[in-house]
């Protein structure tokens, strides 16, 4: 049988800001109707890697930023493809069909807001025997917040990161209480490297 070229090749992909390497060695390959999905501890450059796969320039950033603030200025919320270039209104029907075969909407519990009603996924019966929320007993597990984090509050746009009391000073990126502040795209992590603002 005649093997079908991938369409999408990575081989080797290495990424450095500075001196500091921030990926080395990544390589796979994407064949027709195939998902891929990247998996590391948060931190470990996953977006990085996609962003630098999928071709997000600072252009596409700006026009989404743009396009967020005239929805802000025109009292608009509402959801806007600024990416057009590469996706299509529809999205990508393949992975839309593979997706809701295997998932179905559940209420999931977000870190610092609560429980939101249809926000999360779970596994359809068939694939029953692969949910790990079956199989072990998972229940129990709680995540414990800092007391002093405030990250619901910056997540739902109540605060600026630089309204909590510890940012920047009991809370870095390099000793950070909550999760905004751990990945660089984080809020919190964002407002420290670039702008570090006093509380208002
Ligand atoms: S600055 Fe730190 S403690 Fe404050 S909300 Fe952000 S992550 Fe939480």
């Known amino acids: 049988m005649k093997q079908e070229s991938p369409l999408l090749q990575v081989a080797n992909l290495a990424i450095a800001i500075g001196k500091e390497e921030i990926i080395r060695g ?65 999205g990508n029907t393949v992975a839309q069909g593979v997706v809701d075969e295997v998932f ?25 025997a692969f949910d790990a929320e079956l199989r072990f007993d998972v229940g129990g597990i709680v995540t414990t917040e800092s007391a002093e984090c405030r990250a619901g509050d910056v997540l739902q746009g109540w605060i600026t990161p630089a309204q909590c009391a510890a940012f920047g000073q009991r809370c870095t990126p390099r000793s950070p209480l909550g999760a905004p502040m751990v990945s660089s795209e984080g809020a919190c992590a964002a407002y420290y490297q670039f702008r570090r603002l006093a509380p208002a």
């Open 26 to 90: 990544v390589s796979f390959t994407l064949g027709k109707g195939e998902i891929g999905c990247l998996l590391g501890p948060s931190g470990c450059g996953k977006t990085t890697a996609l962003r630098c796969i999928a071709g997000f320039e600072p252009l596409d950033v700006l026009e989404g930023i743009r396009r967020a603030i005239h929805q802000l200025e025109e009292g608009r919320a509402e959801l806007e493809n600024a990416y057009p270039r590469a996706v299509s209104p529809d």
């Open 104 to 128: 179905t909407t559940c209420d999931r519990a977000w870190r610092g807001i609560g429980v939101i009603p249809d926000s999360g996924w779970r596994l359809r019966e068939p694939y029953a």
